[in-house]
């Protein structure tokens, strides 16, 4: 199954929710990345998925994630929005089901972080993905 290559964050998390969909309990993403890994590491820390391993293939390397069972829905924003600090907002309005459900990915000039983290930092950034 060859799967195109245009957006590889989003290509990991579809596969992720298609695995959690089947309730499969592990799901294998490649190619890794730096910015993938802080994905999974946000995710991790929000209780959507268990823990996760990079393991090197040679090539690019892949990622094993173990899943709990919790994403109903997670997906890559495109295009990825600037967002000023006081937009989120309107962002979580559009992408998540309702008021404090869910977390919004956000990539910031201070690394990679939930939205909610970038209010408290009042940093706006680019967003990468939404989960819930």
């Given at each position: 199954?060859?799967?195109?290559?245009?957006?590889?964050?989003?290509?990991?998390?579809?596969?992720?929710?298609?695995?959690?969909?089947?309730?499969?309990?592990?799901?294998?993403?490649?190619?890794?990345?730096?910015?993938?890994?802080?994905?999974?590491?946000?995710?991790?820390?929000?209780?959507?998925?268990?823990?996760?391993?990079?393991?090197?293939?040679?090539?690019?390397?892949i990622f094993k994630v173990h899943l709990i069972g919790k994403i109903n829905d997670c997906?890559?924003?495109?295009?990825?929005?600037?967002?000023?600090?006081?937009?989120?907002?309107?962002?979580?309005?559009?992408?998540?089901?309702?008021?404090?459900?869910?977390?919004?990915?956000?990539?910031?000039?201070?690394?990679?972080?939930?939205?909610?983290?970038?209010?408290?930092?009042?940093?706006?950034?680019?967003?990468?993905?939404?989960?819930?």
């Amino acid at each position: 199954m060859k799967m195109g290559m245009t957006d590889p964050i989003a290509d990991a998390l579809t596969n992720l929710k298609n695995h959690e969909n089947a309730a499969k309990n592990e799901c294998i993403i490649r190619p890794a990345s730096k910015l993938l890994k802080e994905i999974l590491r946000i995710m991790q820390e929000k209780g959507y998925i268990g823990t996760y391993e990079f393991v090197d293939d040679g090539r690019q390397g892949i990622f094993k994630v173990h899943l709990i069972g919790k994403i109903n829905d997670c997906r890559a924003i495109k295009p990825r929005y600037a967002v000023k600090k006081d937009e989120f907002e309107k962002y979580e309005k559009k992408y998540l089901p309702s008021y404090d459900v869910g977390t919004i990915i956000v990539t910031t000039p201070k690394g990679v972080v939930a939205h909610k983290d970038a209010k408290e930092m009042a940093v706006g950034g680019r967003l990468l993905a939404y989960i819930y």
